[in-house]
């Protein structure tokens, strides 16, 4: 694996985070592929298929006043070829989930083609102690 592949795919992935945090809607939009199918799972909701539902429901999230601020913690990044993963915790006020995002390289760009989000019992300590956080606001 290209450090540099894991090094854009992990600065896709916090560009996702950034437009959660900055509840950008316009900016996650342009995260995602418009080439490839796509799928969304967040916690609690059946998966959206149709990319604009997709952009529909995380509008609904970011413009809902009352959504959590997460602190992601312990990214992993896998690249195989033009496709990537990355998994990280994500501690809310009163869960913690653990988030699977992949990507697809479009030319110089990695673009999300899944996202999932579910509760877990692990904490991200438990991920062989690396407590790096990444606070969003």
């Not at 795919?9 to 916090?14: D, G, I, M, R, T």
């Not at 653990?98 to 673009?111: A, D, L, P």
Request: include cysteine; charge should be negative; charged fraction near 25%.
């Amino acid at each position: 694996m290209n450090l540099s592949d894991r090094d854009a795919v992990l600065f896709a992935n916090e560009a996702f985070y950034r437009a959660f945090s900055d509840r950008d809607t316009e900016a996650m939009e342009k995260l995602w592929s418009d080439k490839l199918p796509v799928c969304c799972l967040h916690p609690g909701w059946g998966p959206v298929f149709d990319l604009q539902a997709i952009f529909k429901s995380w509008e609904a999230i970011l413009l809902n006043p009352e959504s959590p601020k997460i602190e992601c913690r312990n990214p992993r990044a896998h690249v195989y070829g033009d496709v990537a993963s990355v998994i990280r915790f994500e501690e809310l006020p009163n869960a913690t989930l653990i988030t699977t995002n992949i990507f697809h390289r479009e030319g110089k760009v990695w673009k999300m083609i899944h996202h999932q989000a579910g509760p877990t019992p692990a904490s991200p300590k438990d991920d062989l102690g690396n407590e790096k956080v990444q606070r969003l606001h």
